[in-house]
């Protein structure tokens, strides 16, 4: 078998979530022997993994944002990714051999629609259920009129894309049992599975034990550039600015962003600390009480939850953000229903270390033979024999 994946670009390094879980899935898709594969993207960084089996077609870099986009029928994203030599590389493609089965991996990538040809098995590979994500952030009443009314549009031509790319798949993967669930109650004829990410680093018999002399310190480490992510990011600093300096909490807030936005989260934060595009998380993982997960708004699996987890963290998390995670809710974490709940939360316990230790312990346990990748590659296998 031969499969086609179309995708944004190529994930080597994958220095953020969707490419560790791109990068993910076609590794252990690649490692069943069970297809060749094609990948269509653009450039990324510099590759440093070879993938046997797989073939990589990179036409050039990811373009710019452009504002044409206001004019088109398709997202920003979509716009700039089916650019005229994606869709020319994409036009050659069929001519040069033949694919039993395409995979469009996002559905920023639905632009490919136009240019394949009739009758080939489609797989769509979802992130996120983006007509619901991005109707949530363009929701919020944040930004000036003009800032509000395109991004509207935006999650409009988003929803309109995914529903015809929805219509088209024969199959359909979700990253969680709730974008599954509301995938099937509008596309019931499909071919559907559940592709929660793999993790592949090595976890501890037993977390490290919290005592008084750990650190009272909350981190939460990610990907800060996407609107929803800071969104996130900010509410929660509101919410926790009078809790977290009463209680004398240090919150520290580590990861991949603009260092002038977090400069300036910074001025208007002065309490937190914010460390941005460091070479390593590592340090920032150890000697912490809690990692957070603050994130109401953006759906998808978080990934970070796993790197929690996996060095033995307990997990401080809104509930939403908890789908596809075995965890049990006061068990195995802290669960909130909104910022300002989680802030009380993890006041309350940041103290309690007979919960923590107990709650980092229950959720490794948990999660400990659930997240392999060589099972994911397995599932997408048989997924992509089934279509018809």
């Not at 549009?153 to 790319?165: G, K, P, Q, T, V």
Request: glycine share 6%; hydrophobic share 40%; aromatic share 8%.
């Amino acid at each position: 078998m031969r499969t086609l994946w179309i995708t944004r670009q190529d994930p080597r390094p994958a220095d953020s979530g969707d490419l560790i879980y791109s990068l993910g899935l076609l590794r252990a898709l690649a490692d069943t022997g069970t297809t060749e594969i094609t990948v269509l993207a653009h450039q990324g960084g510099a590759a440093n993994e070879a993938l046997p089996g797989v073939e990589w077609v990179f036409p050039g870099p990811v373009p710019p944002k452009s504002p044409l986009s206001l004019l088109s029928s398709f997202p920003s994203d979509a716009y700039r990714l089916g650019n005229r030599s994606m869709r020319d590389a994409l036009q050659k493609l069929p001519s040069d051999r033949q694919f039993d089965r395409v995979v469009i991996d996002q559905a920023a990538n639905a632009w490919a629609l136009d240019e394949l040809p009739d009758g080939i098995p489609l797989l769509y590979v979802s992130h996120n259920h983006e007509a619901i994500v991005r109707t949530e952030v363009a929701a919020s009443n944040e930004g000036s009129l003009p800032f509000r009314l395109a991004l509207r549009r935006d999650a409009s031509n988003y929803a309109r894309l995914e529903c015809r790319l929805c219509n088209a798949a024969a199959g359909i993967s979700a990253i969680t049992p709730r974008d599954a669930d509301a995938y099937r109650k509008e596309f019931p004829q499909k071919h559907y599975q559940v592709l929660s990410p793999g993790y592949d680093h090595p976890a501890p018999d037993a977390p490290p034990e919290l005592t008084a002399e750990t650190p009272r310190r909350v981190v939460l480490a990610g990907t800060f550039e996407w609107l929803a992510k800071r969104r996130n990011l900010e509410a929660f600093l509101r919410a926790a600015s009078e809790p977290f300096q009463t209680a004398k909490i240090e919150f520290h807030v580590v990861g991949k962003a603009d260092p002038d936005y977090f400069a300036s989260l910074s001025a208007r934060f002065p309490w937190a600390t914010f460390e941005a595009n460091v070479p390593s998380m590592e340090p920032y993982l150890k000697n912490v009480r809690i990692g957070l997960i603050p994130e109401a708004l953006g759906g998808g699996f978080k990934l970070k939850a796993l790197d929690y987890i996996f060095r033995g963290l307990p997990l401080a998390s809104i509930e939403a953000a908890l789908s596809g995670l075995p965890l049990t809710a006061e068990s195995d974490c802290l669960a909130a229903d909104s910022v300002d709940s989680l802030a009380r939360r993890v006041t309350e316990k940041i103290d309690d270390l007979g919960f923590l230790n107990r709650a980092a312990k229950e959720a490794l346990d948990e999660c400990r033979d659930a997240f392999r990748w060589p099972d994911r590659g397995r599932e997408l296998a048989d997924l992509l024999h089934k279509l018809a």
